[in-house]
Nanobody, 117 residues
């Protein structure tokens, strides 16, 4: 089993920044071996993929956040981060951390990000 706990959400003005964290844990869990991803779900919309960082450190981003968001990981702390800059009202959503291994997928409980003046 893998447990994921997100933190760092909050209320921010347009143009502002936030850094989300996702701490991973579990018995026999080797964080270094897992690809990690961030998703988000806005009110009334489907959950959408935001960014991925592979176990090797390669990153990919959704077009809507490219150039503004940066995903990173600290393997020593079993933590993945999402640095969000130049936030826009349309970035308002619950942000989730996800990982998977084979057919098993693991999600965190989510952290709310609200971008509003």
């Amino acid at each position: 089993q893998v447990q994921l706990v997100e933190s760092g959400g909050g209320l921010v003005q347009p143009g502002g920044s936030l850094r989300l964290s996702c701490a991973a844990s579990g018995s026999l869990f080797n964080f270094n071996a897992y690809n990690m991803a961030w998703y988000r779900q806005a009110p009334g919309k489907q959950r959408e993929w935001v960014a991925t960082i592979t176990r090797g450190g390669s990153t990919n981003y959704a077009d809507s956040v490219k150039g503004r968001f940066t995903v990173s990981r600290d393997n020593a702390k079993n933590t993945v981060y999402l640095q969000m800059n130049n936030l826009k009202p349309e970035d308002t959503a619950v942000y989730y951390c996800k990982t998977s291994w084979g057919a098993d997928a693991y999600w965190g409980q989510g952290t709310q990000v609200t971008v509003s003046s």
